[in-house]
């Protein structure tokens, strides 16, 4: 095989991986949107928007130290473990519908997670100053070695290395997504939130939002193996 010919190969590898999980995520994003849009249209049971469900929950859990606070934006909600607050998007703060009672309280599950020292958790906030700097630089080291890789190959090495630290990462969290799902599910069928058939629905409009993380992972995954092949072929 010339190296013409193994340029041109992984080339197409790399736009299959590229337009492959482009595609993939575009649908997991459409999905979720279409779930949300859907739940929300949905009361919940005893009429509490996402910010009342998100204090009841932390309380509930003997949670005080922790703020619940609005931020503009659509799905950019997130719990911060360094201010210990709960941010919620408008939507979900003054919505009192399934979609936003699901958020916040999957929100209000990496809280308890945090104030439970949950192990995955742990490692993930242990890995965060590694990915920043990680972040920051893989793919300028990554065009780099590409461009150099039968010069300096060694170059290529640590833009994989940097990089498998973000493939970490993501994997990382799934467990993390998950666990606090559970939690949030767990506490909103126990406090009569939803009721029997909008459990269901709490349920899928969380497992679609963590079908982008699994996206994530699974792209990252690819990207990674495919350098790794690159820098093994480079002599072929």
């Not at 009841?56 to 607050?85: A, F, R, S």
């Not at 497992?207 to 699994?214: G, L, N, Q, R």
Request: glycine share 6%; proline share 3%.
């Amino acid at each position: 095989m010339t190296p013409e010919t193994g340029l041109m190969g992984g080339n197409i590898i790399y736009w299959v991986i590229f337009i492959g999980t482009a595609l993939l995520s575009w649908l997991v994003s459409a999905n979720l949107k279409r779930k949300f849009a859907l739940y929300s249209k949905i009361p919940t049971e005893r009429g509490m928007t996402g910010r009342e469900v998100a204090e009841k929950m932390l309380h509930d859990q003997d949670i005080y130290d922790v703020k619940v606070e609005c931020v503009e934006g659509q799905l950019t909600d997130h719990y911060n473990p360094q201010t210990k607050v709960v941010n919620l998007s408008r939507g979900v703060y003054e919505g009192a519908n399934v979609a936003a009672a699901a958020v916040a309280a999957h929100e209000c599950g990496h809280a308890v997670q945090h104030a439970t020292a949950y192990s995955w958790l742990m490692l993930r906030s242990k890995l965060v100053p590694v990915v920043s700097f990680a972040s920051r630089w893989v793919m300028w080291v990554i065009l780099g070695g590409l461009f150099l890789v039968n010069t300096f190959p060694n170059l290529l090495l640590v833009g994989i290395v940097l990089f498998g630290f973000t493939t970490l990462f993501s994997f990382v969290t799934l467990p993390v997504e998950i666990n606090a799902s559970k939690r949030a599910l767990v506490w909103l069928e126990n406090h009569s939130v939803t009721s029997y058939q909008s459990q269901e629905q709490a349920q899928g409009a969380l497992k679609a939002a963590a079908y982008t993380y699994v996206v994530a992972a699974i792209s990252s995954l690819a990207s990674l193996l495919y350098y790794i092949a690159i820098y093994l072929g480079r002599r072929d």
